[in-house]
């Protein structure tokens, strides 16, 4: 076999069940090959689709994610989902052909270009070593959680590769230790040392402790909850980890821009404020305006580098969150109280959602207000989803509104504040949890942008709910910019229902509640096709954590 070929093999041979892609002739044979081993290949209509796709997959997988392309073109297209995982840390394995000749039509940089993005880059060196190289790929990709960028030099592939009983060896060895991209990474024994103990005493004084988890810890809900209730510690987290206490009667759900009024006033009265695998950005605290200026807070993350660089913090644990959480609960020495009580228990489960808060209904004149809408599917779509969300004015409607069962419910991503994203996103999360309902929400610009895997969902024969919050324009800066001209960030009426059948799905049209039964009637049927809900949703207001995001531009 070529080199192209048996890298192929090597990545099925080290677990790789699903990889996303475009197939030009760069990446022809060794996306052959993955499939000849066994692999799911999913073809992607663009390549920012594929990896977007691959990204989400392994988010809720726990696993590598794998995005095969061509070389040149077939790369560039991919550098904005690139990007967006090198800000989310996901790992991901981007594997590219690569034409070297400065001649050819194709040739970039390719390394130069990913790295400028945050990513890293590899380059198969000779179908002599390309074992030994793809199972180092694999192993740097799990370690740095971020993209790899593996080039495929045109020349390169066409090498014989030495496959034989070394390399064979070579791959048993590297699965004996572990070493796959399928499955959950495992978990670092590192449990903090010294600074988990000084956490144990901080949090034994606290009066008022306030837990705050982010995608590090989505592995370690129990050993949290268990810490949590010696201590007397409300729970939240950040965006991306939405869902990870959900049944808990002391979750306050997102922290940051999203929260509710009462988790702002819980966590803004905190005393001791800790942050367990979450990079504190400014979206989680809501521009460091949610903590409050006396409560101390402390950084747990696996990531040294990570720990204050976003916010100065009192003091910094490196370790695995579940491994810190155990350590500090053995340490402690006090009974569960802290800030819960059964009054404040009462006030959460009173308080604690979004769909609680009381607000005017505008719906009217033919347009629904897109709270309304998304308390009326979170009402009408069955409890077990997955919902992705892509960027834009509406996109807290849909994260704040409707309901997730878990951790494993939410995907959003939005580490590069990307429109257009979000379709690919729902699928990726669609593949990896076949048992649940996908839910993409999507504005009117974000879907237009991502349309062409309208065809991918049909053709995978995904049950998806594709609801599009149309308001005509960009909202974003129709509302951040209100008295400027707006003919540049406005459009015309969208028939969503009519493309969408085009492609081949259901739809329906909302305007106002009563259209909601369109989506209820789809959910009992036998959900053959997708069903796109084209919502016209009122616009006359911003929405109100607009602002607040325009703070980080």
């Not at 959950?184 to 000084?198: I, K, N, T, V, W």
């Not at 644990?317 to 350590?327: E, L, N, Q, S």
């Not at 609801?467 to 324009?473: A, I, K, S």
């Given at each position: 076999?070529n080199?192209?070929?048996?890298?192929?093999?090597?990545?099925a041979?080290?677990g790789c069940?699903?990889?996303?892609?475009?197939?030009?002739s760069?990446?022809?044979?060794?996306?052959n090959a993955?499939?000849?081993?066994?692999?799911?290949?999913?073809?992607?209509?663009?390549?920012a689709?594929a990896?977007?796709?691959a990204?989400?997959?392994a988010r809720?997988?726990g696993?590598?994610?794998l995005?095969?392309v061509h070389q040149g073109?077939?790369?560039t297209n991919?550098?904005t989902?690139?990007?967006e995982?090198?800000k989310?840390r996901t790992?991901l394995?981007v594997?590219?052909g690569?034409a070297t000749?400065e001649?050819s039509?194709?040739?970039i940089d390719q390394?130069g270009?990913?790295?400028?993005v945050?990513?890293l880059?590899?380059?198969?060196g000779?179908?002599a070593?390309?074992?030994?190289?793809?199972?180092?790929l694999?192993r740097t990709?799990?370690?740095?959680?971020l993209?790899?960028?593996f080039?495929?030099p045109?020349?390169?592939?066409?090498?014989?590769?030495?496959?034989?009983?070394?390399?064979e060896?070579?791959?048993a060895q590297?699965l004996?230790?572990?070493l796959?991209l399928t499955?959950?990474?495992?978990?670092?024994?590192?449990?903090?040392?010294?600074g988990?103990?000084e956490?144990a005493r901080?949090?034994?004084a606290?009066?008022?402790p306030?837990?705050?988890?982010g995608?590090?810890?989505?592995?370690a809900?129990?050993?949290l909850e268990?810490?949590?209730?010696?201590?007397g510690?409300?729970?939240?987290?950040?965006?991306?980890?939405?869902?990870l206490?959900?049944?808990?009667p002391?979750?306050l759900?997102v922290s940051?821009?999203?929260?509710?009024?009462l988790?702002a006033?819980?966590?803004?009265g905190?005393d001791?404020v800790v942050?367990?695998g979450?990079?504190?950005t400014?979206w989680?605290?809501?521009h460091g305006k949610?903590l409050?200026?006396?409560?101390?807070?402390i950084?747990?993350?696996?990531d040294?580098?990570?720990?204050?660089?976003?916010?100065?913090?009192?003091?910094g644990v490196?370790?695995d969150v579940a491994?810190?959480?155990?350590?500090?609960?053995?340490?402690?020495?006090?009974?569960a109280?802290?800030?819960r009580?059964?009054?404040?228990a009462e006030?959460?489960?009173r308080?604690g959602?979004?769909?609680c808060?009381?607000?005017?209904d505008?719906s009217?004149?033919g347009?629904?207000?897109?709270r309304?809408?998304?308390?009326?599917?979170?009402d009408?779509l069955?409890?077990?989803?997955?919902?992705?969300t892509d960027?834009?004015n509406?996109?807290?409607y849909?994260?704040m509104f409707?309901?997730?069962p878990?951790e494993r419910?939410?995907?959003?991503?939005?580490?590069f504040?990307?429109?257009?994203l979000?379709l690919a996103?729902a699928?990726?999360?669609?593949?990896a949890?076949?048992?649940?309902l996908p839910v993409a929400?999507l504005?009117d610009?974000g879907a237009l942008?991502g349309?062409a895997?309208l065809?991918?969902?049909v053709?995978?024969g995904?049950p998806m709910?594709i609801v599009?919050?149309d308001?005509e324009?960009?909202?974003?800066?129709?509302?951040h910019?209100?008295g400027?001209?707006?003919?540049?960030?406005?459009f015309?009426?969208?028939?969503?229902a009519?493309l969408?059948?085009?492609y081949?799905?259901?739809?329906?049209t909302?305007t106002?509640?009563?259209d909601?039964?369109g989506?209820?009637?789809w959910v009992k049927?036998a959900r053959?096709?997708?069903l796109l809900v084209?919502?016209k949703?009122t616009r006359?207001?911003g929405s109100?954590?607009?602002?607040?995001a325009?703070?980080g531009?």
């Amino acid at each position: 076999m070529n080199a192209a070929e048996a890298a192929g093999r090597v990545l099925a041979a080290l677990g790789c069940r699903t990889a996303f892609g475009v197939v030009g002739s760069g990446n022809f044979h060794l996306t052959n090959a993955l499939v000849a081993a066994g692999t799911r290949f999913v073809a992607a209509r663009h390549e920012a689709g594929a990896v977007t796709m691959a990204d989400a997959h392994a988010r809720l997988t726990g696993s590598v994610g794998l995005v095969t392309v061509h070389q040149g073109p077939g790369l560039t297209n991919t550098v904005t989902g690139v990007a967006e995982a090198a800000k989310s840390r996901t790992p991901l394995i981007v594997v590219a052909g690569e034409a070297t000749d400065e001649r050819s039509n194709f040739h970039i940089d390719q390394a130069g270009l990913v790295e400028s993005v945050g990513g890293l880059s590899v380059r198969l060196g000779s179908g002599a070593s390309v074992v030994a190289e793809v199972v180092d790929l694999v192993r740097t990709a799990r370690t740095a959680r971020l993209p790899v960028l593996f080039n495929l030099p045109l020349d390169v592939q066409r090498e014989e590769a030495a496959f034989g009983p070394e390399q064979e060896a070579r791959i048993a060895q590297a699965l004996a230790d572990g070493l796959t991209l399928t499955g959950p990474q495992a978990a670092s024994a590192l449990d903090g040392g010294a600074g988990a103990d000084e956490l144990a005493r901080k949090l034994g004084a606290a009066e008022r402790p306030v837990f705050i988890a982010g995608r590090g810890a989505r592995h370690a809900r129990r050993p949290l909850e268990e810490l949590a209730d010696r201590t007397g510690a409300l729970l939240a987290t950040s965006a991306v980890a939405k869902g990870l206490f959900r049944g808990s009667p002391w979750d306050l759900d997102v922290s940051g821009g999203f929260a509710t009024p009462l988790a702002a006033e819980l966590i803004g009265g905190a005393d001791l404020v800790v942050a367990w695998g979450c990079a504190l950005t400014m979206w989680t605290t809501a521009h460091g305006k949610l903590l409050p200026p006396g409560a101390e807070v402390i950084q747990v993350d696996a990531d040294e580098a990570a720990l204050g660089r976003n916010r100065p913090v009192s003091a910094g644990v490196v370790g695995d969150v579940a491994a810190v959480a155990a350590r500090v609960a053995a340490a402690l020495d006090r009974p569960a109280g802290g800030y819960r009580s059964p009054e404040l228990a009462e006030r959460i489960a009173r308080e604690g959602r979004w769909r609680c808060v009381p607000y005017e209904d505008e719906s009217g004149a033919g347009r629904i207000d897109p709270r309304t809408l998304s308390i009326g599917l979170d009402d009408v779509l069955p409890a077990e989803r997955v919902l992705a969300t892509d960027s834009g004015n509406f996109m807290g409607y849909p994260a704040m509104f409707i309901d997730v069962p878990d951790e494993r419910g939410f995907c959003c991503t939005q580490g590069f504040q990307s429109i257009g994203l979000g379709l690919a996103t729902a699928i990726g999360a669609a593949l990896a949890q076949p048992d649940r309902l996908p839910v993409a929400a999507l504005g009117d610009g974000g879907a237009l942008m991502g349309i062409a895997e309208l065809e991918t969902v049909v053709r995978l024969g995904l049950p998806m709910v594709i609801v599009v919050y149309d308001d005509e324009g960009y909202g974003a800066e129709v509302h951040h910019f209100r008295g400027e001209p707006m003919q540049t960030v406005t459009f015309p009426p969208t028939d969503f229902a009519a493309l969408a059948a085009g492609y081949g799905c259901a739809a329906v049209t909302v305007t106002g509640p009563d259209d909601l039964a369109g989506v209820a009637e789809w959910v009992k049927g036998a959900r053959e096709r997708p069903l796109l809900v084209h919502a016209k949703v009122t616009r006359e207001h911003g929405s109100w954590w607009l602002e607040e995001a325009f703070k980080g531009h």
